[in-house]
């Protein structure tokens, strides 16, 4: 006897709603059949109290027959504002968006739900994170977004502000730990040095994350960019260091340079003739007095440099 295991089927995606446009018709002309139908209606209404018998029963039914779809027709009407559009859904499937700024008119039994299109900002609250090194941060972040598709902002996420918000803090603190925050020169990208070249790859992971809710995302920029408390003195004392060697360095660079110069400009002047052990002592008096951070003192010699 062989037993046969099936594998149980994997699940259908859902099919994805995108934005496609709803069909309406001009409102203004809704309205003004609606108000004419109820001023109608209320003529009728007037003549049939004076009016008896088999009269006053067809006034009445024919004004019944004439409110009633203006009444229900009203509901349709809607307002359309610049940068904000209308989803309409209809015994909960979707029908389309009116995106057309001006007074609109669709189906009155439909649900008519408001969607900004606007540009925003979104500003992430400062976290601290660990950068590439390990080393503890604070980053922040701001991000500007706006929806390109209401039918995927609406139908595709629960709360598309919400999962922007959630999505775009995730993003930061993985770049955060993608670089280091100070290379000191290595020619690696850090989040300090390399600004564009972080701000640009933040913006498309963003939009990455959000693409699956209709959003696109505009820019995004770094607001903070901090060693945490707890290091910040000790990093600042590693950048001064750092930045005392270098100015060392060039100092003393330009120090071999000038006493170079000097030598060479002795000699091709023969204003005195210097062997190696003289050379040596006048390299190290300039050197000295090129290289002090305090005035110097000169020493006068009353006898000989060999002496």
Partial sequence: ?????????????????????????????????????????????????????????????????????????????????????????????????????GMRWVNPFTLKRKVSTRIRNHETAVSKVNDADGNPIEIAAVVVWQVQDTAMA??????????????????????????????????????????????????????????????TIVESRLTQLSYAPEIAQTMLRQQQASAVIGARARIVDGAVGMVKMALQRLEEDGVIELDEERKASMVSNLLVVLCSEQSTQPVVNTGTLYQ
């Fill in 1 to 101: 006897m062989s037993i046969t295991s099936e594998q149980p089927a994997s699940p259908q995606p859902a099919k994805r709603v995108t934005e496609q446009e709803a069909w309406a018709a001009p409102g203004i002309r809704f309205l003004t059949a609606g108000i004419a139908a109820i001023v109608v209606a209320t003529v009728l209404f007037v003549l049939s109290s004076s009016a008896h018998g088999a009269l006053r029963a067809v006034l009445i039914v024919i004004a019944i027959v004439i409110i009633v779809p203006a009444a229900i027709s009203f509901p349709g009407l809607i307002q359309v504002v610049p940068g904000e559009a209308r989803v309409i859904q209809l015994f909960g499937g979707y029908r389309g968006t009116v995106r057309e700024p």
């Fill in 154 to 215: 609406l139908y595709a996420v629960d709360d598309f502000p919400t999962f922007v918000a959630i999505q775009t803090e995730t993003a930061v603190r993985h770049i955060a730990s993608s670089y280091a925050y100070d290379t000191r020169g290595s020619g690696e990208p850090s989040l300090r040095d390399n600004a564009d070249e972080i701000t640009q790859r933040l913006s498309a992971e963003i939009g990455a994350r959000v693409a699956s809710a209709g959003v």
